[in-house]
């Protein structure tokens, strides 16, 4: 469905230093998908996958995988319904994201802020404590006992997107890597 959109390319574009206007931009930004890596690590185990995350408004689709496509996971998701469907599983349904990752992996992840932090800006509703660097782009944030570090970017139309970011809170690290953005229209 959303191979059917128009994409946006990847342009070495101006960054918008204006923070105020730039946050304007980032958070009316509501139809993307990105692919790249994640690494999780708690104080248990660690593990990484590949990951593809479509968002359309509301509704979003996270593909995971890891090498040579094992253990494919596919997790959707709208508002009061979240699916996560496993390879040889039968899915999983929950009201909130929230509740399907603390149902399945007993982790406290706030999965709604993190379509927010993912563009780089800070999720509506609880305050938060931004850190910029010259250009004013987030190089840290800490909102809902969450550090989430902004470590690369890349320029995307006339905003700079995230391509590396860790979201920390012990015990659980998550770590982006290598983020490919397409902007959808």
């Given at each position: ?37 994640i ?24 593909n ?13 998701g ?7 469907q496993q390879?040889?599983?039968?899915p ?5 994201p929230?509740?399907l ?6 982790y ?44 690369g970017?890349?320029n ?17 690290r998550?770590?982006f ?9």
């Amino acid at each position: 469905m959303l191979a059917a959109c128009a994409t946006s390319p990847r342009m070495d574009a101006p960054i918008n230093d204006d923070w105020a206007q730039r946050m304007e931009v980032l958070e009316a930004m509501t139809l993307w998908e990105f692919t790249g890596r994640i690494g999780v690590r708690d104080d248990r185990e660690s593990h990484s996958s590949r990951i593809r995350w479509q968002q359309r408004g509301d509704d979003y689709v996270i593909n995971l995988w890891g090498a040579l496509n094992a253990g494919a996971t596919e997790i959707t998701g709208e508002p009061g319904r979240v699916v996560l469907q496993q390879e040889g599983k039968d899915p999983l349904m929950a009201d909130t994201p929230e509740q399907l990752v603390y149902e399945q992996l007993g982790y406290e992840l706030p999965v709604a802020q993190l379509s927010y932090w993912i563009k780089g800006i800070p999720a509506p509703g609880a305050s938060s404590e931004p850190a910029f660097d010259i250009d004013n782009r987030l190089i840290s944030l800490q909102q809902s006992g969450w550090q989430v570090e902004y470590l690369g970017y890349t320029n995307y139309e006339t905003e700079s997107l995230p391509t590396r970011i860790r979201i920390q809170k012990a015990p659980l690290r998550l770590d982006f890597v290598r983020l490919d953005w397409t902007l959808l229209q």
